[in-house]
């Protein structure tokens, strides 16, 4: 059976690889699975034949014959449970990916989008000035605790894992603020996920989209 998967017509960060289908994208290329692409305009996504694929009007969907799933976490889990290449064989393992995948989606990326909120839609509230230093401070507070277990290892436990795939997708949406320079181990730790040859495929991919005439 095919799978396609929806993206944006085009992403509000002109392809720089921040919305959500890249990380749909980046693991169905680690387990060198085609994929189709539908793409959406935004005024599509509050109707009715997109939102019968995802009732909160979002992107990416994933369809493979008659199963439909909305949410990156739950289709980055799938893909890598059907196919292998993003799961340890290791049952002990396989939990602990599991485990970073849910970090990643739950731990990390709200503080992530919270600074994000912060600086780019509340910019002119009156309550920024002191809102900023906290909500700086409770994530540079995360990334320390996550620098801390990673150490100078390459991945977050042993063999690169789906686990790794969206901590690093999360990660990336630091970049902008130059805060992941302040971890290098972090810093150099997204630089060795965007040098996988799968990303890279990903990642040419929607920018092809969002630069094309």
């Known amino acids: 059976m095919s799978i396609t998967i929806t993206a944006f017509e085009r992403s509000p960060d002109g392809g720089k690889g921040l919305a959500r289908d890249t990380r749909v994208r980046w693991a169905l290329e680690e387990v060198s699975q085609p994929y189709e ?10 109707q009715a034949a997109h939102l019968a694929l995802n009732p909160f009007g979002q992107i990416p969907t ?9 949410e990156t976490g739950a289709i ?33 990326e709200p503080a992530i989008l919270e600074l994000v909120t912060a600086r780019l839609l509340e910019g002119d509230k009156p309550w920024r000035e002191a809102r900023m230093p906290l909500v700086e401070n409770r994530l540079r507070s995360r990334l320390d605790q996550l620098a801390s277990r990673l150490g100078e290892a390459d991945w ?29 181990n972090l810093a150099a730790y997204v630089a060795r996920g965007e040098a996988r ?9 929607q920018l092809a989209v969002n630069t094309r005439a």
Not at 37 to 46: D, E
Request: charged share 20%; glycine share 6%.
């Open 62 to 70: 994933y369809e493979e014959g008659d199963l439909v799933l909305f």
């Open 197 to 205: 040859p799968a990303y890279q495929r990903a990642f040419a991919a």
């Open 156 to 184: 977050l436990d042993g063999a690169f894992s789906a686990g790794d795939l969206l901590m690093v997708s999360v990660l990336l949406r630091l970049r902008p603020s130059g805060m992941l320079d302040e971890f290098p």
């Open 37 to 46: 692409v539908r793409l959406v305009p935004f005024p599509a996504l509050k």
């Open 76 to 108: 980055v889990f799938h893909i890598a449970e059907q196919h292998a290449g993003l799961m340890p064989g290791d049952a002990n393992a396989r939990a602990r990916a599991v485990m970073w995948m849910f970090a990643a989606l739950n731990s990390v």
